[in-house]
């Protein structure tokens, strides 16, 4: 596992690309769908909040596996939300 820094910078880095996405969906593919468009963007920044509070947890008095496994489980979450809040700002255009 890396540092926490450098998890943190992955945390913003993955929501700056849903918020990025978002903006480039308003900007080339008008407002229709801008109350959804927001929704999913408002979904992205609570996400992020939460990932980083689950990152600044006290670890101590736990097992490296314990620790490890944490650390995995949040990596995963954030991966798939990720995924998922891509998926829909994509599927707004059906």
Known sequence: MASRRN????INFLTNEILTR??????FFGREKSEELYMV??????????Y?????QKS??????EIKTHYKSI????????????????????
Do not use: Q, W
């Open 41 to 50: 963007m408002n979904e992205a920044a609570a996400s992020r909040n939460e």
């Open 75 to 94: 990596y995963d979450d954030l991966l798939n939300s990720t995924y998922d809040l891509l998926g829909k700002i994509d599927n707004l255009d059906n």
């Open 7 to 10: 998890f943190k910078k992955d």
């Open 22 to 27: 978002g903006i480039i969906h308003l900007n």
């Open 60 to 65: 101590s008095g736990k097992s490296a596996k």
């Open 52 to 56: 980083i509070a689950r990152v600044n």
